[in-house]
Structure formats: C-alpha cells, structure tokens
C-alpha cells in the first residue's frame, strides 16, 4: 500500500525473483482496482510467456498438488453423529 515493493519482497526473502514475476504479483494484488491487471493483459503478460515456460505442465503439477493435499488433510474425517435432547425447554 506505500509502494516499498522491493522492501516488501526482501522481507519476504524474494531477493532472487525477477522483476517481470514481482511486476505479476504487484498488479494481482494491488489495492487500486485500476491498476489491476486485466484477463487479456494477464494472458500476454511477459512471464507468462517466458520460453520454457509449460501452462498446461503447471497447471496439471498444481492440480495434483491440490489433490494430494485434500486426500490428506488432517481434519479430513466422518461428521459426528449428534444426538439432540431437551432438557428443561433448553434443546441441548
């Protein structure tokens, strides 16, 4: 929000990222709607279109990591079977 974006990214040990992936992530998220990229400005923003660069092999590495994740999840079990008794007028 004060435009420190270097600063933000050395606390965050971004050190070693390029200036066209800081420029992405500033501009997805920036407060100000009107500097927020667009859909098309997106599709053709410059390190989305590095060579080397796989979307279908990045989105299908993303998908399997989110499917390994909720596979595994901890908390991830059976709904509890409550049993519903009133006592005194109070449903408890």
Same mark, same amino acid.
């Given at each position: 929000? +004060?435009?420190?974006? $270097?600063?933000?990214?050395?606390?965050?040990?971004?050190?070693?990222?390029?200036?066209?992936?800081?420029?992405?992530?500033?501009?997805?998220?920036?407060? $100000?709607?009107?500097?927020?990229?667009?859909?098309?400005?997106?599709?053709?923003?410059?390190?989305?279109?590095?060579?080397?660069?796989?979307?279908?092999? +990045?989105?299908?590495?993303?998908?399997?990591?989110?499917?390994?994740?909720?596979?595994?999840?901890?908390?991830?079990?059976?709904?509890?079977?409550?049993?519903?008794?009133? +006592?005194?007028?109070?449903?408890?």
């Amino acid at each position: 929000m +004060t435009g420190q974006v $270097d600063t933000y990214f050395e606390k965050v040990n971004g050190k070693g990222l390029s200036a066209d992936f800081k420029d992405l992530i500033t501009r997805l998220f920036s407060y $100000d709607g009107s500097k927020r990229y667009t859909i098309e400005e997106l599709k053709s923003h410059p390190w989305l279109n590095a060579p080397g660069y796989n979307k279908e092999q +990045t989105r299908a590495n993303l998908i399997a990591s989110l499917a390994s994740k909720t596979t595994e999840h901890p908390f991830q079990q059976k709904p509890v079977q409550v049993k519903r008794t009133q +006592t005194g007028g109070v449903m408890i």
